[in-house]
């Protein structure tokens, strides 16, 4: 399979870092809802550090799957798309994008306004985004959590539309994101 992406499937880089990061929010937001009722332990402090660590690891990730983004394209829509579903798909990949950014950016702002100190899986310590201001650690709380909200509805959107399209219409968008043969491949009768 190629790396980069091509005019009618995902390459393996694009792929993986679409299923490592989906992967990745999903642990992240496990982790993020249940610590909030932790009672107050060393063993809370550490579930906190994970939900980090984890979380900054998605904004790098998120930050080079745009890169490649950039550089590699993305393939074209499936044939007989009607034009709506084409702009549905791209205003919610972009809104995903978005919230890919947004989630991560907020935890690190609520952190900073929180004043408390942030480490990379205990290897290096970031710099604060903000100095500690109580209002404004609510803000970011806020919007950390109607965020997660907002994506997990956009993401629940997404998938069920990805798997509509495998299951109902028996077309190629999901294969195209998986490492898996297009429908046509197999059957397309040799050309002569
Ligand atoms: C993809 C990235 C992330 C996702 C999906 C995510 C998701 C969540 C969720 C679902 C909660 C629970 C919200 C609640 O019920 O109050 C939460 C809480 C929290 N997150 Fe994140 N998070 C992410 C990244 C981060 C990062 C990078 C940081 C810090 C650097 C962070 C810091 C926090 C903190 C401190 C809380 C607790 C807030 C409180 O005590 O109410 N998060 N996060
Ligand atoms: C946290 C979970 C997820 C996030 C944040 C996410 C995000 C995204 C984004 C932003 C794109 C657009 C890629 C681009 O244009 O560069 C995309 C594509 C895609 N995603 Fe997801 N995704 C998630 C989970 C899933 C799941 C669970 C499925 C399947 C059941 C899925 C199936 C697909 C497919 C098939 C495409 C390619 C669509 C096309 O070729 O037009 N995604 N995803």
Redesign the pocket.
């Known amino acids: 399979m190629n790396a980069k992406n091509t005019a009618d499937?995902?390459g393996w880089v694009?792929q993986s870092l679409?299923?490592l990061?989906?992967?990745?929010?999903?642990v992240i937001?496990i982790i993020g809802l249940n610590m909030v009722d932790l009672p107050n332990s060393p063993r809370k402090i550490s579930v906190y550090a994970l939900h980090k660590s984890l979380g900054l690891t998605v904004l790098a990730l998120v930050v080079l799957?745009?890169a490649w983004?950039l550089y590699a394209g993305?393939?074209r829509?499936?044939p007989g798309t009607p034009t709506w579903q084409q702009r549905v798909?791209?205003m919610?990949?972009?809104a995903?994008?978005a919230?890919?950014l947004a989630m991560p950016l907020s935890g690190w702002l609520l952190n900073s306004a929180a004043g408390y100190p942030l480490q990379w899986f205990k290897l290096f310590n970031l710099p604060a985004l903000a100095a500690h201001d109580e209002g404004l650690r609510e803000v970011a709380e806020g919007l950390h959590e109607a965020g997660f909200w907002v994506?997990l509805v956009?993401?629940l959107a997404?998938?069920?539309?990805?798997?509509f399209?495998?299951l109902f219409q028996h077309d190629d968008?999901?294969?195209?994101?998986?490492p898996m043969r297009a429908r046509g491949g197999a059957s397309t009768p040799p050309e002569n």
């Not at 997404?158 to 798997?163: M, Q, R, T, W």
């Not at 968008?173 to 998986?178: K, N, P, S």
């Open positions: 499937r995902w694009s679409h299923w990061i989906a992967l990745l929010i999903v937001a799957r745009a983004r993305a393939p829509h499936l798909a791209t919610t990949h972009a995903l994008y919230l890919m994506l956009l993401v997404h998938a069920g539309a990805a798997l399209h495998h968008t999901l294969r195209r994101m998986l």
